[in-house]
DNA sequence: GGCATTGCCGAAATCGCTTTCGGCGTTCAT
DNA sequence: ATGAACGCCGAAAGCGATTTCGGCAATGCC
């Protein structure tokens, strides 16, 4: 065993034991600090190398008893393979990566953690690139930043489509999908429906008898709040009613306080549809304010369905929408791409419907006494 | 170059160059799919792989022009290191994880993204594993999880002792610290001043002019909950005043609401002091639908400086938990650990005092007609 | 001039795993 | 009886980086 400089190999040979396999540790304990490699496990099983592969990435072809003895020096070396050495040679590095952004929103939070579960069911580690700001330069860069430790796939919480677009350019032959508002036609995408979550809210205020629905909306520049309010403007032209302006705002609580009391004031107006949950806070406030009874004179729904809305005064019917499951198929919308890269058309698009949650902050119009009076004594109802 | 074994050995000969490299792929792309490897820039180059490693990893004694050469051919070939081979043979995979959960809280969700900018400026990846309960299990199991991807170091975000000590049992051998109210001796970690929050508070409702201060108080099992009490009890007794008894209630608005119910009925009750930000909010409309003006008839300060504080009605003075700069602490404390794995005494509690916002929600007892006037009427302030 | 030092760079070994190739012994079909 | 097929397993060759060892020139010092 001499190679062709001359020297002698080191130890590498089952025949040598006293050559330290590595590092400096004189003695290798059996039951160790999990710095055992497989083929220490063979040695202890009585077997090669790649049949202790073979057990771990359950291959056929091994027998019943063999693979019980693996199994056992397995456990009793505590033995962790190496996703490295098994990265390097199958190329697979087996993470994810998610795209995310802090945001004092409640949705985009409350998705990073269900993507991780489901991944980590999936067999799949996540890792996260955090975005500082809302803008291509920052998607770029994360995403980046992932490609660098060679993630398989990418998913893109991305509310604006000038950042999913970005991802479409940045993650160039790495399966990707976005998940949440922005959207691109270049990549899949998971999200809720929100037109038909606003025609649901604005149907269940009809319904209840209003002739007309009034909608604050969110900000401008995010799809959603635009999809929103082409649901609320449908349904209103399905049953044929007057159509009023939309009441511009962004997602706060604060916006939903100022456009509240102007609609405060409007006698008219009986039934609000908010863009958002935070929005009706400030709505049902100003209407508090105002003297104005929800909803016995004014009824609102909100859009979120956070657990919050179920202890605003009155609990707020709201349109749930089920970020965790959102999240959950935006990973399977990513893992059908990871099993079959090139595959028949896969959905572009999976609209989740979202479902109306109904509390009691929406009611018929005028029916005022009867449905509050027991509301305002009462602390918030407890429902989720 | 003949293998003992008798076979000629496969193309790994520099002379050679007409055997593919890897794979199949017939030609290699001078600009490619970002699938080259160390030794075409070497080849590009003129040099030895080594040497682009050595321009890589910053070493010196490479010439100037030399790492000239090699920087323009990674550029040209749009070369990525490959984290895997790197991670094999330096044994650092260059990762972090994160255990974090899924709350709705505001404070947790936030500090994921500020640890993951800190990390990713230190040059370190970060993954995640989230728990799905807050109990001892979920957190082994996480530990487990992060440790199979070989992280260098954890950070847990966790709010109960319990799992800070399941997290010290786990990572045995591996640096980690936990990060909010959950805590260990066996751990460092990163916290808010709980106790001096408490007591900024609670002084500054003092220093206004009321002769005691009454506590709504989260929830018993959260030891963030129990310091704010004793920082609540600590200025009480330091200021010679009465200390009522803790009203009992966890962080979410439906139960400030209750208790600021019974809080409203009475009338010695000028000033309270809430544990979170959500608590206060609850309290508020208590106090509001009482017919208790505030500041005018009592005073209110929350905890937690949420940004939707300063659109409440009136906006909220509050305790500012500054939870981006609290991650980045966990995460310099992690840093520690890791540059000199056996070096001197660590902080073991890193202390991160918070900031009293003061807005509009406290006033001097009394004070309610000129303090409110003005503010019932407009907006909601614009402060931060 | 001789020798050690310094600056720069290359050959080979190695990290721990999977893959490919092939070797046996049994069983099954012919 | 014989060849093929199958079940089970081992030897060796990588994956793509870093590390160790050493080589070669130019320089500094005695």
Redo the contacts with the bound molecule.
Sequence with gaps: MI???G?A????ERTAPSVP??GNEAERPVRGSGRS???DVAELA?????????V??GH????????QRVLDAMRRLD????PA??A????RSGTLGIVGYESPLYGPTSMLYAIEGAARAAGYFVSVASLRHLDRRSVLDAVDWLRRQSVEGIIAIAPKPAMASALAEASCGLPAVTVGGGCTEALPSAQIDNVEGARLATRHLLDLGHTTVHHVAGPQDWPEAGERVDGWRAALRAAGAPVPAVVPGDWSAGTGYEQGERLARDPRVTAIFCASDQLALGVLRALHEAGRRVPGDVSVVGFDGTADGAHFLPPLTSVRQDFAELGRRSLRLLLAQLDRPVSGPLPRRDLLVPELVVRHSAAAPGDGDRATAGLTLSGPARGA
């Design positions: 190679d062709n400089d020297r190999r080191s130890g590498r396999a590595r490699i497989m083929r009585g077997v090669s190398a790649q049949t202790v592969s073979r771990i990435n056929p072809y091994v027998a019943d008893h063999t693979r033995y962790r393979l190496n050495a098994r390097l040679v199958t190329r």
